[in-house]
Structure formats: C-alpha cells, structure tokens
C-alpha cells in the first residue's frame, strides 16, 4: 500500500522556476543551473524507476512512504523509500548513476567510469548504514518498539554495471547493493527471516506522516543569486513574455494570449524562489501590481493560509 507517494522534489521544481526566470538569457550562472536541473530530473526520474518496482507490492501487510524527512535533533535525516511491515522494515537508499561502478570498502569509495571519465562518490554502504541508525534512533524517541531495519543500496538504471575493487568479494553488507529490478525478490527473501510481528502499522504510519517535515532550501542561495537576477511580473504561458493586467484579465502584448489565471503559476514562482509567505504589498512588487484591491482580490481567490490584519496580513502556501 503507497501511503505517501512520491512527487517532484522541492528543488527540482525550485530550479525549474528559476531557470524560467534567470535574468538576462546569458546569465553566467545558467550553465551550472542548467546541469544542476538535468541531474535532480534525472534522479527524479531513477526515483520513479524504484517506484514501479516496489508498486508491485500489493498485499496490505506493506506500507510504502517514498521521499520522508524526519526531525532527529540536530536536524532532520531524509529517507528516499522506507518500507514497513509488521515484521520489519526497509530502507532503500536510490541511486541513478550510469556507467561501470566499482565499489572500494578498503576506501569505502564508490568510483564511476562513464564516457572515458572517473568520478569518485562516497561509499553508499556507509550512507545507507547511516539512515538506518537514524531510523532506529527515530523508533527509540517515540516510544516504539524497534523492529529488524534492514536497507538495499538500488540503482535504477539497469544497464549501470556493478563491480567490486580487485582483491574484495561481495560479501556482507555490499551484498545490499542491487539493480532496483531485484527489489522484490529480496523483499522475498526478508519477509522468510522475519516473520514475528513487532510494528503496530496504524501507529507508525500516524507518526510518519504527522513528522514528515518537507525541505524548503533557499535555491538563490544556493547560487549566490538575489531578486534582481529574477525576471519578476506575470509570464505568458505561450511565449513568457511579460503580460499586463486589462480588466481581470492578463494580456500579452507580444502574442496577445489572454489569460485569467497565469498569475497562478508567477505566485507559485514567488514561494519557489523568493520564500513561503507574501503578502499584499510584496504581491504587487513581484506581479507589477498597482492597485492593492486587485491583489487582494487575488490573494483571496488562492487557497492560502491567512494570519494577521490590515497591513500586516501574511498568506502562507
């Protein structure tokens, strides 16, 4: 059972945004962007691949929760695919790297050979090794028995080859290193070592979901970028030229597309680029606004979280 199902992560989106909004075309910051937006959709995309596997696990006795991120004082600890059952749990740390993988436990380096160049990562065993202690901790802050967590390292591109360094075999624990192809069948394998029931499924699910914090990074920071690398004002949807406001409604003065609804997409911009909440007057700046009533009218008509009054009212997303 998908209990929380994946959706493009927060970045992803946040990068898109901005590479629609980046000022002017030649900005030297778009190339790194750009390269930054291929490989989040890539990951995106491996993350669906492991998806589909696992979304032929059907019995009930699974609880599937994809993209989790859990409070573990100092922070938070991210998890790509948590499976739970009552007899035990499974992490799956997902991985899209293409080419020839050689995995070095003396270096606890995982080097790629991909197009006549090597790149060296950190070992997955390791990372994976690492979420499950932070599992565990989890289980032991809410007062929850701990039930067996195991993990699988899963590439989800089929044709990536998987090696060990000379001189090492595939023992334990590389042998968690899988083609995400092999996922059920070591659920299989799992589900005949444990078979005494440990997790109260209706709890955990209520605390996972109730804990489940989503990241909201600051992507101009990211890239050492502020509002004025941004093209701000209501972008039309057929050539993303800046339109203006006629009588409730947003006129392109390039293509002259009509829209009613186009500053939709220009305030979700706002709360992917600048931050979470706005309000009336910041509305206005980023929209080219100049009539209040007209955003607040807006502000009204969007399904956002209001605090506050007069001046000082804040809308949340």
Request: glycine fraction near 4%.
């Amino acid at each position: 059972m998908n209990v929380k199902k994946r959706t493009p992560p927060i970045k992803l989106l946040q990068t898109e945004a901005l590479l629609q909004r980046l000022t002017p075309p030649n900005h030297p910051k778009r190339p790194l962007i750009e390269k930054d937006f291929r490989k989040r959709k890539a990951g995106y995309q491996g993350e669906k691949t492991v998806d589909y596997h696992v979304s032929f696990l059907t019995d009930k006795k699974y609880m599937i929760f994809s993209d989790l991120r859990l409070p573990l004082a100092p922070d938070h600890f991210q998890i790509d695919c948590l499976l739970v059952t009552p007899c035990y749990s499974l992490l799956i740390e997902i991985k899209n790297i293409a080419g020839t993988l050689t995995i070095d436990p003396e270096f606890n380096q995982l080097s790629q050979y991909y197009k006549g160049v090597e790149t060296g990562y950190p070992d997955p065993i390791i990372q994976a090794t690492r979420q499950k202690i932070f599992l565990q901790k989890w289980f032991f802050n809410n007062k929850l028995p701990c039930p067996p967590i195991e993990f699988l390292v899963a590439f989800s591109n089929p044709a990536t080859i998987l090696k060990m360094a000379p001189g090492h075999k595939r023992i334990p624990p590389y042998d968690k290193m899988i083609h995400a192809q092999n996922i059920v069948s070591e659920i299989s394998k799992l589900n005949n070592r444990f078979t005494r029931e440990v997790t109260d499924l209706k709890k955990v699910k209520r605390l996972l979901l109730n804990q489940h914090q989503p990241p909201y990074p600051k992507i101009l920071s990211t890239y050492q970028l502020t509002e004025a690398d941004l093209t701000k004002g209501v972008q039309c949807e057929r050539c993303s030229h800046i339109m203006i406001r006629k009588i409730g409604t947003w006129l392109c003065p390039n293509c002259h597309h009509l829209s009613r609804t186009a500053h939709v997409k220009a305030i979700e911009d706002y709360f992917f680029l600048i931050e979470p909440t706005i309000t009336n007057q910041k509305l206005r700046d980023f929209l080219h606004l100049s009539s209040a009533k007209t955003a607040a009218e807006i502000l009204k008509s969007l399904p956002l979280t209001k605090s506050g009054s007069t001046k000082g009212t804040i809308y949340t997303k």
